[in-house]
């Protein structure tokens, strides 16, 4: 005890006081008889009244700030002595006569404002410096002399609303800024040597926040493109439109000749080329949409965001050759070969109950958004009436397609390990996002197969995720996954546990090959009848023969196979209390291999008892489809 109190005394009296702090900090600084009556005679606050120059003191009579302008200071600025100052949350060492590299004003990541004008600093700053400074609303860098890129991580934190970084030698293009423009109160970078596009977040209107860069082109600067490319993109648009007409014409007379009985055909032909067979319309509609969509565009109004380092005109992506995907239960998509890649357009049309900001700041969230089971958001277009969301085109197509369209005579289905691995990728993506958004009930809200597309080595990747807060709630309701869940249908009450369920039908149509229909349906009723099908899946009798044919070739999976059977009964379990956490499920897949191990589980291959499973039989998992 006696100890304890020594070293607890040693400890806090060896914690340097504020006066204390403030001399060492000032004994890195020359030419500083600004600062004489800093000195040992009074305390450096007293309540909010400062005794010493340039001090910010606050209502516990702590110094909040240091405004040490003005001074003719020199010198070296000790951020690592004033990183013992608790409650430090701006300085400003305007006017002085500082120099050398940007003080590491990063490590102190609880400032609100940074002024730095008017010295002579130098140098390139880090692309990563502002990473952390989550607190930053104001940073005035005017009147130095640095050089270099403006630092992406600026670009990265959303607080800020005051920025001037006129008068250095900043080069290359602006950083892609996210902010609303309209939040911006102090914004000026001009008299640099900054070139390119004038990303959106900073455009505000006045031009003269951007003079002394010639080569800054684009609102509210002249638009980047010149005469001639505006020409052609209008002949592009004609031809677009020529196009379009002819398509309209042959598909016209092609479905006139198609008799009624090849609708479920063509349904199954659309699984394999469509991202979305949710309520699938007819071509020609998506079509037509689509053309309405970039006439209006063309019109005006909205504006397209990028999330990731990529850019591309809004021009450019209308007039790109465009092939039409699909229409699913949101609307169209299509596939735009754009310079950089083909890119994938999704139109929303039911998402206009959200307030404009609320949707950016729900797009940014996606935007920042990174894992490998996860198709990253590129770009979004905004407009009242419809939203478009961009992301990479996946040549590999869907999960849906792979399991459920035709296949080419001789070509083998997924093999039990390629399955496998699928479905941990699509775990590991669910897991992240329960982890990303642990404020939301429904961190994907729509996770079917259609919506797991497979790159060139079949390594899964989610899409249409965490939606939900965006859709309008009579759409969403009707037609997402998740609102097909026994609690919601019999509840109309949706859990964390309701996206676990949505796997564990996932679950089910990879091991069994067949496809809930009912995701067709729109509506409610759809529920009654994919516990049917969860039922009908369940029912069989517990051998190989549960299990798709398309799987041949396996060799001792079959164990396995049964485990991650049980595992997706647990995940359909209809009561929400007796289902299993997503971390536990995710847990539980992670722990499956390809082939059965040494222990032995052929016995239970066989026998056909699921409920004496090792594995699985020390938790409650006692299972029933009607609830
Ligand atoms: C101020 O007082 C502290 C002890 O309270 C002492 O360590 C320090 O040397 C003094 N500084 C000056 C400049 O007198
Ligand atoms: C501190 O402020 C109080 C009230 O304003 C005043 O009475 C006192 O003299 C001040 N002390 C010093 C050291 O200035
Ligand atoms: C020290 O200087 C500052 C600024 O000139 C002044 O506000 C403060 O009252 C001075 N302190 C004392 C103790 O004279
Ligand atoms: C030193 O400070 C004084 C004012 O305190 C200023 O006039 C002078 O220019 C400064 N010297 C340098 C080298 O900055
Ligand atoms: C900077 O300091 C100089 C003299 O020290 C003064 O004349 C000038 O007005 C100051 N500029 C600003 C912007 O405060
Ligand atoms: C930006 O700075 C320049 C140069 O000082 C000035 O002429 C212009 O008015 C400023 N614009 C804004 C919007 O602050």
Not at 215 to 233: F, I, M, N, T
Request: net charge neutral.
């Amino acid at each position: 005890m006696l100890v304890f109190l020594v070293l607890s005394y040693v400890a806090s009296s060896s914690d340097p006081t504020e006066p204390a702090i403030l001399l060492k900090f000032k004994s890195f600084l020359s030419n500083d008889s600004a600062l004489d009556n800093w000195t040992n005679a009074t305390a450096p606050c007293n309540g909010t009244h400062n005794l010493w120059a340039g001090l910010l003191c606050n209502g516990d009579a702590n110094v909040y700030g240091l405004a040490l302008t003005n001074m003719g200071l020199l010198g070296i600025i000790d951020i690592d002595t004033l990183m013992d100052l608790s409650a430090l949350k701006t300085v400003s060492f305007m006017n002085n006569s500082f120099e050398g590299p940007l003080p590491s004003v990063n490590k102190l990541s609880s400032l609100t404002s940074v002024y730095l004008s008017h010295n002579k600093f130098n140098g390139e700053i880090p692309d990563n410096f502002f990473v952390g400074m989550n607190s930053l609303k104001k940073i005035y860098l005017d009147g130095n002399e640095f050089t270099g890129k403006i630092p992406k991580s600026l670009a990265d934190l959303t607080k800020i609303v005051e920025m001037d970084i006129r008068g250095n030698q900043f080069s290359g293009k602006l950083p892609n800024f996210l902010q609303n423009p309209n939040a911006w109160k102090t914004l000026n970078v001009s008299y640099n040597r900054l070139e390119g596009r004038i990303p959106a977040g900073l455009r505000i209107s006045n031009p003269s926040a951007f003079v002394g860069n010639p080569d800054l082109c684009g609102k509210p600067l002249a638009a980047c493109k010149s005469l001639k490319k505006k020409v052609l993109l209008i002949i592009a648009i004609v031809v677009i439109s020529v196009a379009a007409i002819l398509f309209f014409i042959v598909v016209c007379l092609k479905r006139r000749r198609s008799a009624q009985s090849k609708q479920v055909t063509r349904v199954q032909n659309k699984l394999g080329a469509n991202h979305d067979t949710g309520a699938i319309e007819v071509e020609l509609a998506a079509e037509e949409e689509n053309n309405n969509f970039k006439n209006n565009a063309e019109r005006g109004g909205g504006e397209l965001y990028f999330l990731k380092d990529i850019n591309f005109e809004l021009e450019e992506l209308l007039r790109a050759p465009a092939e039409v995907l699909g229409s699913g239960s949101f609307g169209s998509s299509y596939k735009a070969g754009l310079l950089s890649g083909s890119m994938v357009v999704k139109r929303f049309k039911e998402m206009n109950q959200v307030r404009k900001d609320d949707f950016y700041d729900h797009m940014r969230r996606l935007g920042r958004l990174s894992h490998p089971n996860l198709l990253p958001l590129v770009a979004f277009y905004y407009r009242k009436e419809e939203k478009l969301l961009v992301h990479d085109f996946v040549a590999n197509g869907s999960l849906a397609s792979h399991l459920h369209a035709k296949r080419e005579p001789g070509q083998p289905g997924l093999n039990w390990p390629t399955r496998l691995m699928i479905i941990k990728g699509v775990a590991r993506g669910l897991a992240y996002l329960y982890k990303e958004f642990p404020g939301l009930t429904l961190p994907h809200g729509h996770l079917k197969s259609s919506n797991v597309l497979l790159d060139h080595n079949f390594n899964p990747l989610l899409v249409e995720y965490a939606l939900i807060p965006l859709v309008n709630t009579d759409h969403a309701q009707k037609f997402m996954v998740a609102f097909k869940s026994p609690e919601f249908y019999h509840n109309e009450r949706s859990s964390k546990k309701t996206d676990v369920w949505s796997l564990g039908i996932l679950i089910f149509e990879m091991l069994t090959g067949k496809f809930p229909a009912n995701y067709l349906q729109p509506g409610k009723r759809a529920n009654a009848d994919l516990a049917a099908w969860v039922n009908s899946v369940v029912r069989e009798e517990w051998t190989g023969e549960v299990f798709d044919k398309d799987m041949k070739g396996t060799t001792n999976g079959e164990g396995e196979m049964l485990k991650m059977l049980k595992i997706g009964m647990c995940c359909c379990e209809s009561s929400v209390e007796r289902r299993w956490d997503w971390r536990e499920v995710v847990d539980k897949i992670e722990e499956l291999k390809e082939r059965d191990g040494d222990e032995d589980y052929s016995s239970y291959a066989s026998d056909g008892d699921v409920y004496s499973s090792r594995a699985i039989s020390e938790d409650d998992f006692s299972f029933s489809v009607n609830a």
